[in-house]
């Protein structure tokens, strides 16, 4: 008992904070919600019952976002996996300089994200930017890579893949190393290929890792903001447009605060739905094979 | 061992969940701490500005978008040449007019302002004065100042009877048309499809009319001066209301559709801004172009196969209607709370006078906001857009000048280009439009949104 009392003291620190920068601003969050607070109330919060959420739920400016956003996020993440997967194999061989090879992945990582993207916008520029140069050189003719909304979502996720990769990547390769090599190596003596080996041992062993990266990752990208704000600012016409740039306008361009508050809550609870979703979901499979484990 | 359960090497994984946690929570605590505890030592060494020497100049900033700043370069060495004392700077800002104003925004929201001047433009208004950022001129610049400038450029300066800003240019929507096609330029819109449509099918020029049809505020624009030449109105002052499904509204807007539809306009106006519908006419592909008077100086500048072939008039309107073109004036305003508002206003004084508005007109094709120099005939000639320019402003349109402007602005954009995109009828759209605009008002202002109880709008 008498740890628990200390153990208790000594996380209250952390507690507190965690209140004062996660749920205070939440609870505040909900109360705004049902507040007009923009230039015409004098940036004061006057109540509205419920017009923001009414507004919401008849802005398709709202909707597309989210519905963007979600496309945005299920494409990279689901890229970084394929991808992060295969970077882990492969880095989990034995290879020669591996361990610079394993250092020299983690650079976009480590890059800040408004200077890659900053470095794409770069690259993708009509028509001063490499690929275009490149293009030229090949007898083409410069393409608006960043004034088309296809190509601009297409490389707005590639950037995306490209930045997190090497992080979903490390993540597995952890993953591997824990997985104990005598599995393999008795499973390739009573006669297995590689693929079956991948999805027989490897990959269900991989699952509590691949979860971990999954929830991560659609975190992350379900709030994207700083990639999407400096490689394509929303556009072309709002078609790479995320939530989180939706609601930083709200506030900041239109000085909004009642309806930007309602925006990220609503946001909120999409991703609280979805990540809490897979969670679920993920539980019930892990409690199945541990009961047809058992059986 | 081929009957161990897949998922028993979990246990080892399970540490992991609380490893992060014990971690994370350390980390926090410690986070705590560290900043707990050296709060009070730092907090007096912060604010020691040392103070400033009374033969020291003041410095006076204004942050401009960077093709004005180039403008009034000439004109800012001479101001800092005769007034010693006053170091006037120019910061450099975006190209993009709302990149601008929320470079602008995100210092006002802190409360720590780089810059005593603002150049603002009139669509923000507003939105900037109801957020209390601006200081009241009429102590500086009286009714006198004001009645020197041509009718148009009055407008858009002013809001709950203070002057807020001085005029610097006095810029509307022009409709360009091509010498070398036609005689004299449509005086309606029925002309103007009527003439488009009899050239296109003698083959003499691809497109009829260019435009702006992308989603952004652009279209916006394009909207108010369509609103207007059907007989519609956007915004109604008095009630604090749009109005955009009334009849006449749904008329404007079928007017657009149908130049898509008839191919009058191409359907690549409706990802077409500014300078994309410029490009296109000025590559010779169209008789007519809605846009702003720097478009002129680009095509003859340019030196393409129209120059010296386009005219240009104040934009037109349906038959029986007086058309205008939107106001898209630039204007200084003295940000509130600016440690020396008297140096900062004399900038403003020589920034928004007759020199620097004669040299913007001449080297950029900004309209001059001054009657003096309309009837200057040495600048007439070496402006020769200046009589339209004048004409225009006879009859300018505003935007909506409510703070939610942008909102709205962003809604009926978003709106019109799908109709120009095929995902729906004008009349749908403008209910749309109509029924989303109320709900923003509504969402903005609280009860006072149903009550139609807004700000009184901008000089009306």
């Known amino acids: 008992m008498k740890a628990r009392t200390a153990s208790l003291l000594l996380m209250a620190p952390a507690l507190l904070l965690l209140a004062a920068v996660f749920l205070y601003p939440l609870l505040l969050y909900g109360w705004l919600s049902f507040q007009a607070s923009s230039v015409l109330t004098g940036l004061e919060p006057v109540p509205n ?65 408004t200077v890659m993207a900053l470095g794409w916008r770069w690259i993708l520029n009509d028509p001063h930017g490499p690929l275009n140069a490149a293009i030229r050189f090949l007898g083409g003719s410069s393409y608006g890579f960043l004034s088309t909304p296809a190509t601009t979502w297409f490389f707005v996720v590639l950037a995306d893949v490209w930045k997190t990769l090497p992080f979903v990547g ?31 041992l490897t990959l269900p062993l991989l699952v509590p890792y691949l979860a971990l990266a999954v929830l991560f990752r659609l975190a992350q990208a379900l709030g994207v903001f700083d990639l999407i704000q400096v490689l394509s600012g929303g556009g072309p016409a709002g078609s790479t447009e995320s939530l989180a740039l939706y609601a930083y306008l709200n506030a900041m361009r239109f000085l909004d605060f009642g309806y930007a508050a309602t925006v990220m809550l609503a946001t909120f609870l999409l991703l609280l739905v979805l990540v809490g979703g897979s969670w679920w979901l993920w539980r019930r499979g892990d409690l199945q094979g541990r009961r047809e484990g058992a059986a | 061992m081929a009957a161990r359960p897949p998922f028993s090497s979990l246990r080892r994984w399970r540490s992991l969940p609380k490893l992060l946690t014990t971690g994370l929570l350390a980390l926090l605590s410690a986070t705590v701490l560290l900043v707990l505890l050296p709060a009070s030592g730092l907090s007096s060494s912060g604010m020691s500005a040392s103070p400033v020497a009374a033969a020291d ?8 978008p960077a093709p004005l700043a180039d403008a009034v370069a000439a004109p800012v060495a001479q101001f800092n040449a005769s007034s010693p004392g006053v170091v006037l700077e120019v910061i450099r800002g975006p190209l993009d007019t709302e990149t601008i ?38 102590r500086w610049f009286g009714p006198e100042v004001l009645a020197a400038m041509e009718a148009g450029a009055r407008l858009g300066n002013g809001l709950d009877g203070h002057l807020w800003r001085m005029p610097l240019t006095g810029d509307t929507g022009l409709l360009y048309w091509r010498t070398d096609l036609m005689e004299r330029p449509p005086r309606d819109t029925e002309e103007l499809v009527a003439i488009s449509r009899d050239l296109q099918r003698r083959g003499r020029v691809r497109w009829g009319y260019l435009w702006q049809g992308r989603q952004y505020e652009g279209l916006s624009c394009v909207m108010v001066e369509v609103l207007h030449g059907f ?58 172009l809605r846009n702003w008077p720097y478009a002129w100086r680009e095509i003859e500048k340019g030196g393409g196969p129209v120059k010296g072939k386009v005219g240009v008039t104040a934009m037109v309107g349906a038959p029986g209607e007086q058309g205008g073109g939107t106001l898209g004036t630039w204007g200084l305003s003295l940000i509130k709370g600016s440690p020396h508002p008297e140096e900062a206003v004399a900038a403003i ?67 019109v280009n799908g109709m120009l995109t095929g995902q729906g009828g004008s009349g749908s759209t403008m209910a749309a439009a109509q029924r989303q605009s109320l709900q923003v008002l509504r969402s903005l202002a609280g009860p006072a949104g149903d009550t139609a109880d807004g700000r009184p709008a901008v000089d009306r």
């Open chain 2, 349 to 415: 004084r020589w920034l928004t006078g007759p020199v620097v508005q004669r040299q913007l007109a001449i080297e950029q094709g900004y309209a001059p906001t001054w009657s003096t120099l309309y009837d200057d005939p040495d600048l007439q000639r070496r402006a020769p857009l200046l009589t339209v320019q004048r004409q225009a402003l006879q009859h300018p349109q505003l935007r909506p000048p409510t703070p939610a402007y942008a909102q709205l602005s962003d809604l009926l954009a978003r709106q």
């Open chain 1, 49 to 113: 019952g419920g017009a923001n959420w009414g507004r919401l739920l008849d802005d398709a400016r709202f909707w597309t976002d989210a519905f963007q956003t979600l496309r945005f996020a299920v494409c990279s993440v689901a890229l970084e996996l394929v991808g992060g997967l295969g970077l882990a194999l492969l880095l989990h061989r034995p290879l020669r300089g591996r361990g610079t090879l394993r250092a020299l992945t983690l650079l976009p990582w480590a890059l800040p994200t």
């Open chain 2, 101 to 138: 104003s929320d470079l602008a925004t995100g210092s006002l929201l802190l409360g720590e302002v780089p810059f005593d001047l603002l150049l603002v433009d009139v669509s923000w208004l507003a939105r900037y004065v109801a957020a209390g950022w601006f200081e009241p001129l009429e």
């Open chain 2, 231 to 288: 007989g519609a109105r956007w915004w109604n002052g008095s009630t604090a209301r749009t109005e955009l499904d009334s009849p006449e509204a749904v008329a404007a807007a079928q007017w657009l559709a149908a130049l898509l539809q008839d191919g009058v306009s191409p359907q690549a106006v409706a990802s077409y801004a500014e300078n994309d519908a410029l490009q296109s006419f000025a590559a010779g592909d169209a008789a007519f």
């Open chain 1, 170 to 200: 490390l993540l597995l390769l952890a993953g591997l190393q824990t997985i104990p090599e005598d599995l393999e190596e008795a499973l390739r003596l009573e006669g297995a290929g590689r693929l079956q080996i991948l999805r027989r």
């Open chain 2, 57 to 64: 100049p003041v410095t006076v900033r204004v942050l401009m």
